[in-house]
């Protein structure tokens, strides 16, 4: 079954500082795999997907990932974080039945 | 376009009653989801529909949780004889099916149950 992992429940990185952000995922097959953005109370606003080609792919909101498959691994990062980029941040992977398999998601404190 | 509508946004209700939450894709978008999120977790998968056919169901989704997409459109969910395990933030979704689109799964902003 496809499963999605990711280790840190909590991040917090001083304003300016660069983000890296990490997900695991289990999948037999070539794997869709999300970021997505959660502010509190709010829906998830997609930041980026890699569906094959470049395995580094560019979001919205300066947000970048890279797809490792020999690592399994589709982390996100940004140079310089923003006080706005606080946030519940989740990972997610496309598994069979065109559904979402999403990891626990991270929290991303911002301090000044 | 609007992107995916959903209401109420919130709702508090008496154990044993029945709700029901509204969601309207985005036009023409052929696939709608329904998801269920609580405090500290990440989404989970409850049903989908393309078009109007329920093409699968969670084994989440008891007997007393229903799904309908009566015209391909516009989706319910309701669930009757609410308990208190039922708050959550439940969330829809679609995508298309076209071509390029990559079946990217766009969210709505959910709507807050809460069961008291």
């Known amino acids: 079954a496809q499963s999605v992992t990711q280790p840190d429940i909590h991040i917090t990185v001083s304003e300016g500082a660069s983000l890296e952000l990490r997900c695991n995922y289990s999948?037999?097959?070539?794997?869709?795999l999300f970021w997505y953005v959660q502010s509190p109370g709010q829906g998830l606003q997609l930041l980026l997907k890699?569906?094959?080609?470049?395995?580094l792919v560019q979001g919205i909101k300066g947000f970048e990932a890279e797809f490792k498959r020999s690592q399994s691994s589709f982390n996100l990062r940004k140079p310089s974080v923003h006080w706005s980029d606080a946030a519940e941040y989740f990972c997610?992977?496309?598994?069979?039945?065109?559904?979402?398999?999403f990891g626990a998601g991270t929290i991303l404190r911002v301090k000044s | 376009d609007t992107g995916v509508s959903q209401n109420p946004r919130h709702k508090i209700t008496k154990r044993g009653q029945n709700v029901t939450f509204r969601c309207d894709p985005i036009?023409?978008?052929?696939?709608l989801y329904w998801y269920r999120q609580t405090l500290g977790q990440g989404p989970e998968f409850l049903t989908y529909?393309?078009?109007?056919?329920?093409?699968?169901k969670s084994r989440l989704l008891s007997d007393r949780f229903s799904a309908e997409r009566p015209k391909g459109s516009f989706s319910t969910l309701e669930i009757q004889r609410t308990e208190q395990g039922d708050s959550a933030m439940y969330l829809c979704?679609?995508?298309?099916?076209?071509?390029?689109?990559?079946?990217?799964?766009?969210f709505g902003e959910g709507s807050w149950l809460t069961v008291v």
């Open positions: 979704a679609s995508s298309s099916l076209q071509a390029g689109s990559g079946n990217t799964i766009y």
């Open positions: 999948y037999g097959a070539t794997p869709y």
């Open positions: 890699y569906f094959s080609g470049d395995t």
């Open positions: 997610a992977v496309k598994g069979i039945g065109n559904k979402l398999v």
């Open positions: 036009s023409e978008h052929n696939r």
């Open positions: 529909f393309q078009n109007e056919a329920q093409l699968e």
